[in-house]
């Protein structure tokens, strides 16, 4: 018995096969691969003031949930200070750097208007998502700078299982349509999140 005859293209019939996540993922990479250029930079305006609110309702939260269940302050002067900064300080510098390191490379760190290349040097060569632990360490800073049990314990928390989810869900998959397989093997001589002392070029 012949197979049945299928009038759908190879790529069509693809993007059926794709789960949800990975629909995304299409959907980003041929967003920042057409478009014209002012409109792509508008649309970059838009989503990272998105992202700016969607970043500051986790420390609104904090704040009023702990004036809601009038928690006391998790670590105590000086230490909250000292503590605080450990954590704040590199952890604004690894962001510095990394926006440094978009803007060089013609690119931003939203989505849609991405670097044109893959970059694996200075601290990407021992971590895939140096941003991403700037603002992780940033937000436990802050939680323990200000004393706030909330924003160290449930919020801070919350946004690390949010990046986890949507980079291992969808950010990698739209990586990999971008860079091919220059991206799969950075992807396996590079740790996700915590870097090693081990440089990775």
Known sequence: MRPPVSFM??????????????????????????????????????????????????????????????LTPVVYQPWN??????LLVPGAAMMSWTYIQFFRARGTPVPINPPQKLISTGLYAYSRNPMLMGIFLVFFGVGVLTGSISLTFI???????????????????????????????????????????????
């Not at 200070?81 to 450990?86: A, E, P």
């Not at 860079?179 to 992807?187: A, M, R, S, T, V």
Request: proline share 4%; glycine share 6%.
């Open 9 to 70: 293209s190879p790529p069509l019939y693809n993007r059926l096969k794709m789960g949800i996540f990975e629909r995304i993922a299409d959907a980003i990479f041929h967003m920042a691969a057409s478009g014209e250029s002012k409109k792509r930079w508008l649309y970059t305006a838009l989503v990272a003031f998105l992202f700016g609110c969607f970043i500051a309702l986790f420390f609104v939260g904090a704040y009023f949930t702990d004036r809601w269940l009038n």
């Open 81 to 86: 200070i000292i503590l605080g900064l450990i």
């Open 155 to 201: 919020f801070s928390p919350l946004l690390v299982l949010f990046f986890y989810f949507q980079i291992t869900k969808v950010e990698e998959k739209e990586m990999e349509l971008k860079f091919g397989q220059d991206y799969l093997e950075y992807k396996q001589r590079v740790p996700r999140f915590f870097p090693t002392l081990r440089c990775h070029r």
